[in-house]
T-cell receptor
Framework: NAGVTQTPKFRVLKTGQSMTLLCAQD?????MYWYRQDPGMGLRLIHY???????AKGEVPDGYNVSRLKKQNFLLGLESAAPSQTSVYFC????????????FGQGTRLTVV | DQQVKQNSPSLSVQEGRISILNCDYT??????FLWYKKYPAEGPTFLIS?????DKNEDGRFTVFLNKSAKHLSLHIVPSQPGDSAVYFC????????????????FGQGTILTVHP
């Protein structure tokens, strides 16, 4: 059972380049999330989705876009990468609704030079 | 505006002793609280949770206490083991907050726990 799978695991980008991070879950979860983790900042929510075809902004959405065309996939895009986007990115999914926990992927370490 | 705060960046404990990790929150709409554990180079994994209708939840060596009036929760690990060394994140969610926070998890900054043999 794969759970939540993130692709790629590592990536180095040059400033101004674009890329897409892919998240796939096989638990038939309604909710999906993208977080970034930075030292001393914890996990900050970038964007999330409460169902196929829906997206919403989290705490730190600027510079990112997302799409949820299929229930099992949640894509995070960086149109023009900046050094401030160097971080570890985590995707998560949950059943949604009250009293539910989220399950996380293994993370993507992105460096923008 | 940090709605969930873990004010201790790190905690060091001797094996066999109790570890107490603390978390404070400001949003009175939060009604479900969770603790996650994270090892290096891995994603966070769910550890234990508590609903706002309870003040204590226990699972083996792990107990979470919730003090709603103080907007404070804590995680107790007894006895602590070297394998417990990890980053611990506190998280909270609101059943309803203008309709935008349903099921959404807000995390604290994390506390690095080190358990010495």
């Amino acid at each position: 059972n794969a759970g939540v799978t993130q692709t790629p695991k590592f990536r180095v980008l040059k400033t101004g380049q674009s890329m897409t991070l892919l998240c796939a879950q096989d638990m038939n979860h309604e909710y999906m999330y993208w977080y970034r983790q930075d030292p001393g900042m914890g996990l900050r929510l970038i964007h999330y989705s409460v169902g196929e075809g829906t997206t919403a902004k989290g705490e730190v959405p600027d510079g990112y876009n997302v799409s949820r065309l299929k229930k099992q996939n949640f894509l995070l895009g960086l149109e023009s990468a900046a050094p401030s986007q160097t971080s570890v990115y985590f995707c998560a999914s949950s059943r949604g609704g009250p009293n539910t926990e989220a399950f996380f992927g293994q993370g993507t370490r992105l460096t923008v030079v | 505006d940090q709605q969930v705060k873990q004010n201790s960046p790190s905690l060091s404990v001797q094996e066999g002793r109790i570890s107490i990790l603390n978390c404070d929150y400001t949003n009175s709409m939060f009604d479900y609280f969770l603790w996650y554990k994270k090892y290096p180079a891995e994603g966070p994994t769910f550890l234990i949770s508590i609903s706002s209708i309870k003040d204590k939840n226990e699972d083996g060596r792990f107990t979470v206490f919730l003090n709603k009036s103080a907007k404070h929760l804590s995680l107790h690990i007894v006895p602590s083991q070297p394998g417990d060394s990890a980053v611990y994140f506190c998280a909270a969610s609101a059943l309803y907050s203008g309709g935008t926070s349903y099921g959404k998890l807000t995390f604290g900054q994390g506390t690095i726990l080190t358990v010495h043999p």
